[in-house]
């Protein structure tokens, strides 16, 4: 357990910008910082961190909150591995006590796979460094590819053992589950038992954007050939590892992809790691997989520029097209270059400086449409593959989302292609519809699959006369959503001063206490449990020294709850000193006052639907058409009430 007082300080060290910025190219906009939203599709900057606030927030999706609920929505970690993250980046030690074994027992699986893995990564470092077999094979397997030291370190590269039970057997020395071992891929088992995956390879750990170590690649070396590559292995699909998801050499990376704005995609771990012995550190792998708009997202958080650096032969070209369509879709200004043949980005990288490396680039590297020109048209005499090969490019340049981007490449290959305008245009706007068409056919299938409607019977319809909180429309759940707004960010404010009591005494009553007061008087609550929980916690602490809501939510243990008021508790206006609400204790009364009329006037207006339609269901002979129609005219009578409350306290 983490102790309050470490939280609070924890809490006070942070700064948000710096936590986002790990993950999100952030730029200034004002005061705050924006950039592309990691939870969702981002086509453009939504996602908005407030340094005044702490908190950040996308205008898109809706995701937001402070900086531990960044991590634990980012990294999907707990509460406690977020204050940990945050305590480990800021220096700040932690007290806490050990973990019995049952306690270790319950620890979910996906912790206890990156503690496996990490524990492995350890290993396998350690191995290479010390074991005489590691240094003799695996060491000189890296220096044969003449990787220094200090790189060996920054990949925490490694060896495992040929015996093929020799991690398999230190893991259980060291107290760690075959289970863990099995679901994380490490060991594999047969009927005689596990055994080691990895042995005798050498070993590429795989980090995530954080850091953490979710997969690991070996390859086949033999002592007898001094290290000659025979083949890869891989780690299989895990809770925590999805090929498709990764990246190869991300976290090593995103910090110089940031600074150059730009990040070079290239197809192996030995190309990674020697690009970065070379001095360009900006660099990817996808590993031989297809490129997937997992890794294109990831990717589009820290920059829109990327080249495709392949080999120029067959396999290289290949990788090239099948990924140019994916990034324009997504968004990315493409260049593609293809090496010299012979090599590829590991042997040229060794064999040149940064800088000359930087110059080659830049001076080789093409748009897709000049490649795929150059790799479709070139030689081709025959009417019908021409045209097959334009409309091959054309189709490129309808996925392209930026309609000003598509346009200027449109006139672009009118003018390399040599065909006119119009035509190019005509025959964009075909590939646009139809692909439109496509995906509203799509959207009408999951809808029709989606269609849970039924009918309500009578006996359901006349248990609705109650009112029912459950049953609010969503502009009323807007209100209730406002209410409790004002409780995190004014709970602790006085509306109310010097109220007499019936005996006698004068009290004043805050944001919290005023709305819990007025509510609680007819037996309403909020309809969502996390509300009634915000209410109760704000009255119960109301009293306390120094309370103020807006901290104790925002920095509240339920992670729950610090997320949903660190919602609750930013709007677009609110991320802007220029905006400033009105909240003098006369502004405030007459704010919440109003919301609770509001909220009133949504639940008599529901229970008004409610009994009209029952009327209307109900036969002229039912025994129960009289109590339906006073009950209307009770809530007509109510609802007018209210109407006149609300009309004569208009809030400016």
């Known amino acids: 357990m983490i102790d309050r007082a470490t939280v609070d300080k924890i809490m006070e060290a942070v700064n948000i910008v710096d936590v986002v910025g790990e993950f999100v190219n952030l730029r200034k906009a004002g005061v705050n910082y924006k950039g592309l939203c990691p939870f969702h599709d981002d086509k453009t900057p939504s996602f908005m961190v407030s340094p005044a606030r702490q908190i950040c927030k996308c205008f898109s999706c809706g995701e937001g909150g402070n900086a531990v609920n960044f991590l634990m929505k980012h990294e999907q970690i707990t509460y406690p591995e977020a204050l940990r993250w945050l305590a480990k980046k800021y220096n700040i030690e932690i007290q806490e006590r050990e973990l019995t074994d049952d306690e270790k027992r319950e620890q979910s699986d996906r912790e206890s796979m990156f503690i496996v893995n990490e524990w492995a990564r350890d290993y396998f470092h350690s191995i290479l460094q010390n074991d005489v077999d590691g240094q003799a094979i695996g060491k000189q397997y890296f220096r044969s590819r003449g990787i220094r030291d200090d790189i060996i370190n920054k990949f925490q590269l490694g060896f495992a053992l040929t015996k093929r039970d020799a991690m398999c057997n230190e893991a259980k020395r060291k107290g760690y589950k075959d289970e863990f071992l099995l679901k994380t891929g490490l060991a594999i088992q047969n009927e005689r038992g596990i055994y080691d995956r990895f ?18 690649g070996g390859r086949k070396l033999d002592a007898a050939t001094k290290g000659v590559q025979q083949k890869y292995v891989n780690s299989p699909d895990s809770e925590i590892y999805h090929k498709e998801r990764e990246l190869y050499g991300i976290f090593q990376a995103k910090k110089a992809i940031v600074k150059e704005d730009c990040v070079y995609m290239v197809e192996g771990y030995t190309d990674v790691i020697a690009m970065h012995q070379c001095g360009l550190e ?43 369509d994916m990034l324009l879709a997504e968004g990315m200004n493409v260049k593609v270059l293809l090496l010299p043949d012979g090599d590829d980005p590991d042997s040229f990288a060794r064999k040149h400086t940064a800088q000359q490396f930087k110059e080659y680039i830049e001076a080789h590297q093409t748009d897709f449409i000049q490649f795929k020109t150059e790799l479709l048209l070139k030689g081709v005499k025959d009417p019908i593959k021409k045209a097959e090969a334009i409309n091959n490019i054309v189709h490129s340049v ?69 009112m029912s909180l459950a049953s609010l429309e969503p502009q009323d759940k807007e209100v209730e959503r406002l209410l409790v707004q004002n409780i995190v960010l004014h709970g602790d404010e006085v509306i109310f001063s010097g109220l007499e009591t019936e005996d006698g005494e004068t009290v004043d009553l805050n944001v919290a206490q005023y709305i819990d007061f007025d509510l609680s008087a007819d037996g309403l609550s909020f309809s969502n449990d996390l509300y009634n929980q915000i209410l109760r916690e704000a009255v119960e602490h109301s009293a306390d020294q120094g309370f103020k809501a807006e901290r104790y939510f925002m920095q509240h243990p339920n992670p729950e709850i610090s997320q949903l008021a660190a ?23 007459q704010r919440i006052t109003h919301l609770i009329l509001d909220f009133r006037m949504g639940i008599v207006n529901q229970q008004l639907d409610n009994l009209q339609r029952q009327l209307r269901e109900a036969t002229s002979n039912s025994p129960h058409i009289k109590e339906l129609m006073e009950a209307f005219m009770d809530a007509q009578n109510l609802r007018n009430a209210l109407a006149r409350q609300l009309g004569s306290d208009v809030i400016v």
Request: hydrophobic content about 35%; some cysteine.
């Open 567 to 589: 919602k609750l508790g930013i709007a677009p206006h609110q991320l802007s000193h220029s905006f400033e609400m009105n909240n003098s204790e006369a502004h405030l009364r």
């Open 199 to 216: 042995a005798g390879r050498a070993i590429f750990p795989w980090f995530n954007v954080s850091g953490k170590v979710v997969a690991f």
């Open 398 to 466: 309808a996925v392209i989302p930026d309609p000003i981007v598509r346009a200027t490449y449109i006139t672009e290959c009118s003018r390399r292609l040599e065909v006119n305008e119009r035509t190019l245009i005509s025959q964009t706007n075909k590939y646009i519809a139809n692909e439109r068409e496509e995906e509203r056919k799509r959207q009408n299938r999951e809808q029709e699959r989606g269609d849970g409607s039924t009918n309500i019977s009578s006996s359901e319809a006349s248990a609705m006369t109650q």
């Open 282 to 324: 900006n660099v990817v792998a996808n590993s031989g997989t297809a490129l997937s708009t997992h890794q294109i997202k990831l990717l589009h958080r820290f920059t829109q520029n990327i080249v495709l650096l392949y080999d120029g032969d067959e396999a290289g070209i290949h990788a090239a097209m099948r990924g140019t």
